[in-house]
């Protein structure tokens, strides 16, 4: 065991230890392509590589989720003498640059791609930086759409986040000496008033150029890129031009394609820099890069529904996509039925002859088709669960302190007892009242026996699910917590019907502690502290009260998030985690309000 920790340790403090951080979540299909080239480039290098992610499209990156955030891979890698730095888009070099002197970053170089704001380049200080700008080509994307349509209007739309904002002033800038054209520019968030501005109201000799779908809100609710692009190609029936790779081959859409960011493109030339600055290359000559990692993009099949064939457009080494089916591809299945059944039939023959060996041959090839196939689904759900499981193991060891706590609070007066029987039993002569005592002492050994089992139940690793009873799981986790609850002068009440749910019980158990446990630390200095359970059997609801005064309005919508916390010691992972348990597992939701002299926490299956 001292050998292994030795070479971690020897690894972490010998190897070159980088960490990518990446602006946005790691099911944005930009972000996977960015990261991608970064990791293929670097692939065959001697590194300790460590990836976060930021997603700052769901959570805006206001100071206190900043301060948050800092606060999460501070306390995650404070151990990790981190030699470079590669970040993902503007948010993330943000973060870098406003953290930069900080004990975290302040030895690392930083590398960067698919930096919007341009002006950076003229104030990052290249003996400390390095990377790749998404420098735009507007003027390439007019004449592209001249080559589409008769232009004359050309409308630029952008979804008003902070990088449609940069890029918006950028086109404007680039349009500024053509007076042929007349250029409309819409920045906006919300995706429904943009439907009504083009809804029949577009000129048939316009095109779009769309700058930036990722933050549209749509009906109240944020809005995927690829349904916001559909909705518009809807109801705006001209070419759309866009500068991200991504958006060029979405389905049911208007766009032609254009002059565009490639994203994998992007990580690996920030890699190639990296590779070169460890090959001894000074930061100062790495320098930043702008034009060189775009490309031309064209979508064959919705350029000829414009009546143009994207082969006689002239451009060089385009990039090709969403091509005419060719025969194969049109008859594939039929073709591969075919060959299929031809190859069937000479495998009989051919078995009928060799039999045995054959057998041997196949079974050999199955067995290791589906272990090749059983690695790779494998490798995929750890990759997809790896977060989640995190997330849950933290929640599930904060849980398990507590309940430590509760267990040290039911052995304290039952080892109390027993200390005084033990002291006074030397000076009975009394067979009778020695065996009396001897009673009492095996009966509290058999207590403090059952609170270890309890606790052991508890937290057993037990995956099943089965059919079990909410009145009775919530009276063994009140069980547990009892002493710490008496301790705090905690009256509990506890009354409604019982019913029944399927599913995991711990996990259902580990829920219910931590809502206990939130009242629980609630109470201040309150003379009646009482926490009210109420169950009802036909609206499959349970409610849980407290009088400990209430949640602050401007921190209740914040509870659910990860990491949130109004606790000293708090891990930030409780409401988030026993949200997501309660969502996935039980198909339910829990609600929780402020009342007037606490809060209601509401879980309905």
């Known amino acids: 065991m001292k050998k292994i920790i030795l070479l971690l340790f020897t690894s972490i403090l010998f190897s070159l230890n980088i960490l990518i951080l990446n602006s946005y979540s790691a099911k944005l299909k930009w972000t996977q392509n960015e990261l991608n080239g970064i990791l293929n480039e670097l692939n065959d290098q001697n590194l300790n590589i460590y990836v976060e992610f930021m997603d700052t499209k769901l959570f805006r990156p206001t100071p206190e989720r900043l301060k948050n955030f800092y606060n999460y891979i501070f306390n995650k890698y404070k151990k990790i003498p981190f030699d470079i730095i590669i970040v993902t888009d503007d948010n993330a070099l943000n973060f870098v640059r406003k953290n930069i002197n900080s004990a975290l970053f302040s030895n690392a170089k930083v590398f960067f791609a698919g930096i919007n704001n341009l002006k950076l380049a003229k104030i990052l200080d290249k003996n400390r930086f390095a990377g790749v700008f998404e420098k735009k080509e507007p003027v390439t994307n007019l004449q592209f759409a001249s080559k589409i349509v008769n232009l004359k209007t050309l409308y630029v739309v952008g ?24 250029f409309v520019y819409i920045n906006e968030k919300e995706l429904t008033h943009l439907l009504y501005f083009f ?3 577009y000129s048939n000799n316009s ?33 759309i031009v866009v500068h991200t790779d991504i958006l060029v081959n979405i389905k049911n859409s208007n766009v032609v394609g254009g002059k565009v960011n490639d994203s994998h493109n992007q990580g690996k030339i920030a890699a190639i820099k990296v590779k070169e600055y460890l090959n001894k290359k000074q930061m100062k000559n790495l320098g930043f890069t702008f034009e060189k990692a775009n490309k ?11 009546g143009v064939n994207a082969y006689y457009l002239g451009y060089k080494n385009a990039v090709y996509v969403n091509k005419p089916q060719t025969l194969w591809k049109k008859y594939k299945n039929e073709i591969i039925l075919m060959l299929l059944f031809f190859l ?32 790779r689904i494998n490798s995929a759900v750890e990759d997809i669960q790896k977060k989640d499981k995190l997330l849950a193991n933290h929640a599930k060891l904060s849980a398990m302190s507590d309940m430590m706590g509760a267990v040290a609070h039911q052995w304290r007066q039952p080892l109390n007892a027993l200390a005084i029987n033990l002291q006074v039993l030397p000076e009975i002569s009394d067979k009778n009242k020695y065996s009396e005592i001897i009673d009492k002492n095996l009966k509290i050994i058999n207590f403090m026996s059952n ?10 690793n037990d995956e099943n699910e089965l059919n079990f009873s909410v ?10 917590l009892d002493a710490q609850l008496n301790a705090k002068k905690i009256i509990i009440g506890f009354k409604g019907d019982d019913f029944y749910i399927k599913g995991n019980k ?18 201040k200095n309150q003379k009646n502290k009482k926490i009210e359970i109420i169950l009802k059997n036909k609206l499959k609801k349970i409610y849980i009260l407290d009088n400990a005064g209430g949640i602050e309005k401007n921190l209740l919508d914040k509870i659910f998030e990860p990491y949130f916390t109004t606790k000293d010691k708090g891990s930030g992972l409780g409401l988030y985690i026993s949200k997501i348990i309660l969502e996935k597992y039980f198909n339910a939701n829990l609600l929780i309000k402020n009342t007037k002299i606490g809060v209601i926490n509401i879980i309905s299956f």
Do not use: G, W
């Open 451 to 460: 609170t270890i089992d309890n606790f052991v139940i508890f937290f057993k």
């Open 199 to 201: 809804k029949d109201n």
């Open 207 to 239: 095109a779009m150029m769309l700058i930036n779908p990722f933050s549209f809100n749509y009906e109240n609710r944020h809005i995927s890129y690829k349904k916001a692009v559909q909705l518009l190609s809807k109801v705006y029936k001209r070419p």
């Open 159 to 182: 979804d008003n986040s902070n990088s449609a904002k940069i890029v918006m002033k950028q086109y404007k800038k680039a349009y500024k000496t053509f007076k042929n054209i007349k």
């Open 506 to 523: 711990n996990q259902f158990r580990q829920v219910i502690l931590n809502i206990i446990n939130n009242s629980k630390e609630a109470f």
């Open 296 to 306: 031309m993009y064209l979508n064959v099949l919705n350029l000829k529904k414009f």
């Open 344 to 375: 069937y039939l000479v495998l009989v023959i051919v078995i009928l002859i060799y039999k045995n060996v054959l057998l041997k041959e196949l079974n050999r090839e199955k067995e290791k088709l589906n272990f090749e196939l059983q690695k």
């Open 471 to 480: 009145k009775t799981s919530i009276k063994e986790t009140l069980d547990i």
